[in-house]
């Protein structure tokens, strides 16, 4: 079997695998194309059990619907969504709501949020609760981009990481 070629981010983020305009870009809260059905959350309870003003955070939002959705429900709310290729179509943005074209790689948000998604980039579950500084026990080498097709049938990358030594990830007291 012949290793494959990665590529580093910011070269994958370029491929039009990942830069595309189909990809999954109007997930909802529910239905069959929404959080709810893919990863067993239903982000409104999640942040009305938490907090009379929440947040959230959308990483690889598409073109927003989950959280223009939940603004309509959640007004008090401060919401946002980023995406590499960001909203493509016009659609009225409620108040509350900001959408980025940005790289998540390169990205760093300016407030903590009550609940950070990110369904579309890499297709893995990370659960915490409470604040902290998350770092991860391995390190990304790269990806390819001729993975071939995902379970949906778009075209998907295969991304590849190395462990990294548990005292690496610790922070220091």
Do not use: K
Not at 91 to 119: F, K, M
Request: charge should be positive; charged fraction near 15%.
């Amino acid at each position: 079997m012949t290793a494959p070629h990665l590529l580093p981010a910011l070269d994958l983020e370029r491929t039009s695998v990942v830069a595309n305009n189909t990809m999954n870009r109007e997930r909802g809260l529910t239905g069959v194309n929404s959080y709810a059905r893919e990863l067993g959350l239903d982000p409104v309870a999640h942040l009305t059990a938490r907090s009379a003003t929440p947040s959230w955070l959308d990483l690889c939002s598409g073109e927003g619907r989950a959280l223009r959705e939940a603004g309509s429900r959640l007004p008090a709310a401060v919401l946002t969504g980023v995406d590499l290729v960001g909203p493509l179509g016009r659609a009225p943005t409620p108040a509350g709501l900001e959408l980025l074209t940005a790289s998540v790689a390169h990205w760093s948000p300016s407030r903590t949020y009550d609940l950070i998604t990110c369904y579309s980039a890499r297709h893995h579950r990370l659960a915490l609760r409470g604040p902290r500084t998350v770092r991860l026990p391995f390190r990304y080498l790269g990806a390819d981009p001729a993975a071939g097709p995902n379970y949906t049938g778009q075209p998907a990358v295969a991304s590849y990481y190395e462990p990294v030594p548990v005292a690496a990830v610790v922070a220091p007291q």
